[in-house]
């Protein structure tokens, strides 16, 4: 375990032995992280929280937090969870493998996270999210969650796997996103939005099939779904698969 | 008082002895800290600046200060402020009872907060704001002040009592907010709203009056004035008198 | 150097002899800090990364880096840098003089930035930014890079000399926004802006000419270009030349 000497690591802490603690970072008791951890300077992780009913922070294997982020005991991280700078993430946070958190994100708790999620800078997930695989959101997006704010009422946005939620986006309490839709940028999503279908606007209006978006790399492919053309840092055997659907869509499709 | 000891207390700081005071936080010399504060890890309070002129950083008592935030010297707080993580209060910030400061929010200085004011996280209150009693401010909303950036000239904006502003937000310069009125999500508000009705859209308009959003609890009851429904943390001397108006209405009305 | 105790220098880093470095600050190796530096607590500057290829972070004279923030190896900034609090800077910053970046910036990398720019807090340069000369960018912007997210075809933004963008913007992919040009709040710019024009909207639509807006100061002068009116920090050779432009033009045009 190579942890600097100036981090203070509480007595009940499981640390993995190869873990890297950076300095000045602090390690509450209810924190059990796995092999290969690589955590920056400045953190706190497993702030103590009645919320958390007592359930500890696990972070998996392979994890690399970096610095000045801020994790709350009771939440569940898969392995291989790669955060920026300044992310904090609240109690009872449930997510899979491979979760990317960009630089000041605020996961607000309360939600799950499927696999190979990936969060671009300053993105807030409010409390009761479900946000399903390979989705991808881009900065300052808000998940919100109270349809007529401030209530107990609460009503979490679901996003379907491989939805994509572009850049400065709101989307509104209860809102389904469909399988791979697509969200323009500086958008109030305020009705469900269907699989495959792009929305932009405020509010967010229809316009049109994600195929109709064509790629700008002077191919002529179409730019949805994504998988066709963008594979870094995904498993090869899930590219691999991804690469043969592809091809045998543009084969099906007459495209080059 | 609990000081861990590697914060660094200057001395003239005056805090009070039952503070609890968290690891590698400064605490510099124009400081007054009063009975009952926690202040997290890794925060510096009082940081010295010649906008302050020479007034000193007071924190009333019962203050919760998150980890990684930072305080300048010359702002004052009522008892009861609670604040999230990294939040920036600047110089010459004057503010009421129980204000409640989310996580990442950006506080400018020269700036007035009434009492039980609750901004969630990320939120951007510009220099000369106006922000009455009981406000509530959501994520990603800013308060702007200059009419024509860059300039000399400021116009703070005004927020009337009780009222609240949804997500991502941009009030313009000199803009009046009523009491009671609500700012739909994703709005840019470029006229005056008066009290008690919705705004919404990018220029913001009319969208009636706020009695006319119902409660989306199966209730069938309205959901503003909010302080008919929503109690949680308030004191029970005011939540009392909040529940005696709510019923007092229904009974008028004819509501269940 | 008045180098905090608790502060942790790497040796390999070349900081100057009068710079100061605050408590828990870490400078890793790779790093060269110029005379007059002053750099907060809680900082890590130099932060390793292979994006870097070897070069150094290089900091010019007269620095101001306030606390919390974190610049990776890499990058370079001419005299005269003055950062907020909290900012992050990625590899491949060439940044020229008295750069100012407002608290909670997050400058993306692989960008260009010109002389005298200045972000106000929270505003986002996505990599392959190029940004001009005396550029204000005011809170919540995000200038961004992919066309089709997510993709890896880049398309940066352009930013000419003395062009405003207010706050809460969304600047589009490969978008060129002319000299002087100014955006209004709230807008989502999705086509180029020609020099000396207002836009704004979402999507953003011409409003006319940026002389048509006029200074609420009471005096009956237009407020842009800015620099008639605007001279706060800028040096006197500059301002000097800004006020005798100012006052030909008013002549010529018969303006008091």
Redesign the interface.
């Known amino acids: 375990m190579a942890v600097h000497p ?1 981090a ?1 690591i509480a007595s009940g802490a499981e640390v993995a032995k190869d873990a890297e603690i950076g ?2 970072t ?1 390690v509450h008791a209810n924190v059990r992280i796995a092999e290969g951890a690589r955590i ?3 953190c ?1 992780l497993g ?1 103590p929280s009645a919320l958390a009913e007592g359930r500890p922070l696990v972070i998996g294997e392979g994890a690399l937090i970096r ?2 982020s ?1 994790f709350y005991e009771g939440s569940r991280f898969g392995p291989g969870l790669v955060t ?3 992310v ?1 993430v609240r109690e009872k946070t449930e997510a899979g493998s491979a979760f990317q958190i960009g ?2 994100s ?1 996961i ?1 708790g309360h939600c799950t996270i499927g696999d190979h999620v ?1 969060t671009h ?2 993105v ?1 997930i409010g409390q009761h999210s479900e946000v399903g695989n390979f989705v ?1 959101i ?3 997006v ?1 998940l ?1 969650n109270d ?7 609460m ?1 979490g946005v679901t996003v379907g796997d491989f939805a ?1 939620i ?3 986006v ?1 989307v ?1 309490p209860g809102i389904v996103i469909g399988e791979g839709a697509v969200i323009g ?4 999503v305020s009705k469900d939005v269907a699989a495959h279908r792009i929305v932009a ?2 509010p967010a209006r229809d316009r049109g099939a994600t195929s109709s ?1 064509q ?3 002077g191919s002529g492919r179409p ?2 779904p ?1 998988t066709s ?2 594979q ?1 840092g995904y498993p090869s055997e899930l590219t691999e698969k991804w690469i043969a659907e592809a091809t045998s869509f543009a084969q099906r499709h007459g495209a080059p």
Chains 1, 2, 3 share one sequence.
Do not use: C
């Open positions: 100036t203070l300095p000045y602090i920056g300077s400045h706190e702030v610095s000045h801020v920026g700078h300044r904090t630089t000041l605020d607000q990936r800078s300053n807030h991808w881009f900065p300052y808000v919100t349809p007529h704010p401030p209530s107990e009422v009503k994509v572009a850049t400065m709101t509104l940028a500086s958008s109030l606007g405020v978006i790629l700008q790399d730019a949805y994504w053309h963008f870094r």
